[in-house]
Every structure is written in C-alpha cells, then in structure tokens.
C-alpha cells in the first residue's frame, strides 16, 4: 500500500455522508425486519427483543454488503483509503514491538516499515483533525530519522511492500 494525497475536505464531507446515510438506511432496515418478525413471530407479551436483535443484525449484514459492492465506486476513494489506511498502520502496531527491536540492529526493512508508519500516521491524524500527539510522532520520525542516515541507507515510503510485515 502507497501513501496517497488526499483532499482533506472531500474526505471528510463523503465520510460525514456516507456515516448518516448508514444510520439512516440501519434504522429504516432494522425497524422494517423487526416490525414484520414481530407481526409474525412476536410474543403477545412484548418481550421481542431477539427478534429485534434479528432485524439489526439483518440490517447490518445488508449495509456490509452494500459497502462492499459499492467499495470501487469513486464516492468512496477517500473513505475506503483511509479505512485501508488504519488497518495497514494496525497491522504494523501489532508487530511494532519486534520492528522496534530490529531497527536496533540495523535492520533496513524494518526502517522501511517504521517511516511508512510514521508519515502514514502522520497523514491519518491531519485528516482526522487529530493533532494532539503530533509533536510526539515529529520526534520518533526525527529519532528515525538519525538511525537511518547513522546506517548510511536512503528510505522513503514508496520503499514500503506489505509482504516485509511477514517477516516480523
């Protein structure tokens, strides 16, 4: 996965409409199933809540499956980029501890992996209007930084494969 520009306005108008537009369609699904499993199976003494479960988690799989048949659609560029996004930089975090421990040893790939995460972070937190920690990641990027110029290697984020995660 590359780092890609992202116009920070349209991602989050698209995000702000699609987040509305699955609580509406949620409800309006949920309501529906729940309203006619009640009619058909519903207990005289209101106690339906399993069949109102029943119509949430029918609604959820129908909003999950229109996500994914619409994921390619040029709406969605900006959101499903960045959803992709956070789950790479998870991906990462869950191994960090090993990665840390193999840029010690001068590790190349795993510097690759570490500056990938930071600007990937660092495009993350600009766009979710998230700049409390910043300062804090200018600094592990700037300690990065050294250790790879210290090491004589020459990395930027177009370096970055996914596969090089296997390895940690």
Do not use: C
């Amino acid at each position: 996965m590359q780092l890609k520009q992202i116009n920070k306005e349209r991602y989050a108008k698209h995000y702000k409409y699609l987040m509305v537009g699955i609580v509406v369609v949620l409800a309006v699904i949920a309501l529906s199933i729940s309203t006619i499993l009640i009619q058909l199976f519903g207990n005289a003494n209101g106690e339906n809540f399993w069949l109102n479960l029943t119509g949430v988690a029918i609604g959820g799989v129908i909003i999950l499956i229109l996500l994914r048949k619409n994921r390619d659609h040029e709406f969605m560029y900006e959101v499903i980029y960045v959803w992709d996004l956070k789950q790479m930089l998870n991906r990462i975090y869950r191994k960090q501890k090993h990665i840390k421990a193999a840029i010690e040893t001068g590790d190349q790939d795993a510097m690759v992996i570490m500056n990938w995460s930071y600007n990937g972070s660092e495009q993350l937190y600009n766009l979710d209007n998230n700049t409390i920690t910043m300062e804090d990641l200018h600094r592990a990027m700037r300690e990065l930084q050294q250790t790879i110029e210290q090491s004589g290697f020459s990395i930027s984020t177009e370096d970055f494969k996914p596969q090089m995660l296997d390895k940690y």
